[in-house]
């Protein structure tokens, strides 16, 4: 339910900067101040941090989960480049993709660690139908879509950083499990996603010069990093529980059951959700229980 309100956030951040990677770099920089904050005044997740620090070295934890992060920072710099290419309707379509791929391949795989799930038929029913809810959801702004030729390659960029982030949270799951803390699993994704994400603003610069635009002084537009700290620890907390599959779904339904909301409350350029919006939303829910449904032959426990 965050991930609107940190849309909007990190939205208004860089209209403001005209810069959407200085945005995103500010964001994730946000979080990890926060989070820092939050272990100079935790003994339990100073604790936690050792012990990923100490299974990290020890080898009990791989080293390839460290760098989730990243795979978060690379989402991030495709919202910020590929959707003004592309549009915002065929980005958010191709990142579900993206998402739902990854779900799949990464359950049925058992990648970071968590227990393996076949994709059985109401699993793939699910996915289908919640592909099916996001083209109907962003219908309305299909026309505002370029040439097919120009958005190809943006749109599969999109996907591909909509399944990195399918991997992102399996290997979150991974580091959660061996701190004992999802929190330290968030603070480790913002570190290094920080890290990326400030060395590909300074990349840029370097290349191709700042905006100018002076930092905007009103504090509620730094609260991105805020919304993406309770977004990461949530979803590493149950991504052991739900499995990759379940928990892209579920996001994806809040997001867009959110964003409604959102658009109502507080409306942005001057437009209500429609009845399709309104009606993909729905079918996400659908999506979401069909999915979840127990294999036939197998009961509750």
């Given at each position: 339910m965050v991930v609107p309100v940190q849309a909007r956030l990190n939205g208004e951040l860089s209209h403001r900067l005209d810069d959407g990677i200085a945005a995103a770099a500010i964001s994730f920089s946000g979080g990890l101040v926060l989070l820092s904050l939050l272990a100079f005044f935790s003994p339990g997740l100073r604790g936690a941090l050792r012990r990923l620090a100490d299974d990290s070295r020890d080898g009990r934890l791989p080293r390839r989960y460290l760098p989730a992060g990243v795979l978060g920072g690379t989402f991030a710099l495709a919202q910020s480049t590929a959707a003004l290419v592309t549009g915002i309707a065929v980005f958010t379509v191709s990142a579900i993709a993206g998402q739902t791929l990854g779900g799949l391949i990464v359950d049925s795989r058992g990648i970071g660690?968590?227990?393996?799930?076949?994709?059985?038929?109401?699993?793939?029913?699910?996915?289908?139908?919640?592909?099916a809810a996001a083209v109907v959801s962003a219908l309305p702004r299909f026309a505002d879509t370029p040439a097919p030729a120009t958005i190809i390659l943006p749109a599969l960029a999109a996907i591909a950083a909509g399944f990195l982030l399918g991997v992102q949270q399996a290997m979150n799951g991974a580091t959660t499990a061996a701190s004992g803390s999802p929190l330290a699993a968030t603070w480790l994704n913002f570190l290094v996603g920080a890290v990326f994400l400030v060395a590909v603003w300074g990349a840029k610069t370097l290349v191709r010069g700042t905006a100018g635009h002076p930092l905007p002084t009103s504090l509620w537009v730094y609260l991105g990093g805020l919304c993406g700290v309770v977004f990461i620890g949530a979803s590493a907390f149950l991504v052991r529980r739900i499995g990759v599959l379940l928990l892209s779904m579920a996001s994806i339904a809040g997001q867009l059951a959110s964003s409604i909301a959102l658009d109502f409350l507080v409306p942005s350029g001057g437009r209500s959700p429609s009845v399709l919006t309104i009606l993909g939303a729905l079918l996400t829910f659908g999506a979401v229980w069909i999915a979840s449904r127990p294999p036939r032959g197998t009961t509750a426990k």
């Open positions: 660690g968590g227990p393996r799930q076949r994709p059985g038929a109401a699993r793939l029913t699910g996915a289908a139908v919640i592909l």
